[in-house]
């Protein structure tokens, strides 16, 4: 049987050293004085969006982050929103702006994104950030796929030489996943649905990732007994089915009995997210006086 790998109780680890980091920020004199500043931005109503930002914001002002709350309404147009973001990146008092994504669908989210100075892009989605990712040169490295490689490191999963299978190109986490993995010296097969007899590739990992949106899209007999398995999907099925509880996209029940080592749907890799976030606002925080420069 597999050994359950804690999002919770890491993430919390991980929000601890942030909360000590602010501390420290706080009383130093490159600081400033000034706590971290994380501007959220939610467009609309999308309830999950929502709780999202509650929760993001919630966890910040935790460990010490200042939050500004910028809700604004659905009606929002695409030059209010990049004025918004054109004042936050010349606020000196935000190290970090998030925009929740989706935007309503009148809003270009790319062009939202590209705007946001790559200093403060602590969601690291600008393309300055993903192609220093891409160099092997990271400046802020999106939060999913980093904290995907602080479970990792936490389980004492060796990286080095293992075949690393990620399923799923998404910008947002697959992509940077593989390049986070390569890094880090393991070989890695980045899937997608194109990919030909995905049981096979899985068949043949050390380390699974799945970020589909399938829910239990990965079967359990896939897995090599061993094997780690990260499972980042998070799938609310229509009520009726699998009772509507949140499942991941690999078929938990039937993968614990092969893997060494393997995440929970919830409180596997969710956690671990937000706490990311936290680190790269902290980190950001660290470097204001290179952003003036
Ligand atoms: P996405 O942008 O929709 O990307 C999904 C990826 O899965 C695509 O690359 C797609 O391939 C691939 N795919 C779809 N069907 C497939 C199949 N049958 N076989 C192999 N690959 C297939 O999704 P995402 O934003 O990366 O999110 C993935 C999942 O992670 C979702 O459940 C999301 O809710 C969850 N998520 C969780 C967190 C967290 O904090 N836990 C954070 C972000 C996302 P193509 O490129 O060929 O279309």
Known sequence: MATLIDGKAIAAKVRAGVRDGVLALVGSERGGGEPPGLAVVLVGVDPASQIYVRNKGKAAAEVGIKVFDHTLPETTTQAELMALVGRLNEDPRVDGILVQMPLPAHLDAKRVMRAINPWKDVDGFHPQ?????????????ACTPAGVMVLLEEVGCKLAGADAVVIGRSTTVGRPMALLLTAADATVTLC????????????????????????????????????????????????????????????????????????PVPGG?????????????????????????
Do not use: Y
């Open 129 to 141: 950030n993903m192609g220093l990712l891409a160099l092997g040169d990271p400046r802020f490295v």
């Open 192 to 263: 997608h649905s194109k990919t030909r007899d995905l049981a096979a590739v899985v068949g043949r990992a050390d380390i699974v990732v799945a970020a589909i949106g399938r829910a239990e899209l990965v079967k359990g007999a896939w897995i090599k007994p061993g094997a780690v398995v990260i499972d980042v999907g998070m799938n609310r099925p229509a009520a009726g089915a699998a009772g509507g509880k949140l499942c991941g996209d690999v078929e938990f029940a039937e993968a614990e009995k092969r893997a060494s080592a393997i995440t």
């Open 269 to 293: 890799v969710g956690p671990m997210t937000i706490a990311l976030l936290l680190q790269n606002t902290l980190t950001s925080a660290r470097r204001r006086s290179d952003r003036t420069r």
